[in-house]
Nanobody, 115 residues
Framework: QVQLVESGGGSVQPGGSVRLSCAASGIIFSIYDMGWYRQAPGKQRELVATVSSRNSTYYIDSVKGRFSISRDNAKNTVSLQMNGLKPEDTAVYYC?????????WGQGTQVTVSS
């Protein structure tokens, strides 16, 4: 059974930092492309950042220079370091594991940026 379990969400003031982590089980983690998505109230889920099985990274423009994605294949974890947070970063953040036709999601963790 595949499980992706996110942790690290919470409330933070604008300009603050949060680190999200996702622990994976039930998959051969090293061969999966991993990603973080987010969904704000009333909006569609959107891609935030990915790290491929070869450790190539991708970020959407709005988070470049502020967020950093990394993976640890020894621990089966993927993390998202979020700095310089803005109110528009408020959303539920989801971990994703993708390989060919296999696509798995975590349950999500809330990040709220507010003064």
């Amino acid at each position: 059974q595949v499980q992706l379990v996110e942790s690290g969400g919470g409330s933070v003031q604008p300009g603050g930092s949060v680190r999200l982590s996702c622990a994976a089980s039930g998959i051969i983690f090293s061969i999966y492309d991993m990603g973080w998505y987010r969904q704000a109230p009333g909006k569609q889920r959107e891609l935030v950042a990915t790290v491929s099985s070869r450790n190539s990274t991708y970020y959407i423009d709005s988070v470049k220079g502020r967020f950093s994605i990394s993976r640890d294949n020894a621990k089966n974890t993927v993390s998202l370091q979020m700095n310089g947070l803005k109110p528009e970063d408020t959303a539920v953040y989801y971990c994703n594991a993708n390989r060919r036709r296999a696509n798995h999601w975590g349950q999500g963790t809330q990040v709220t940026v507010s003064s």
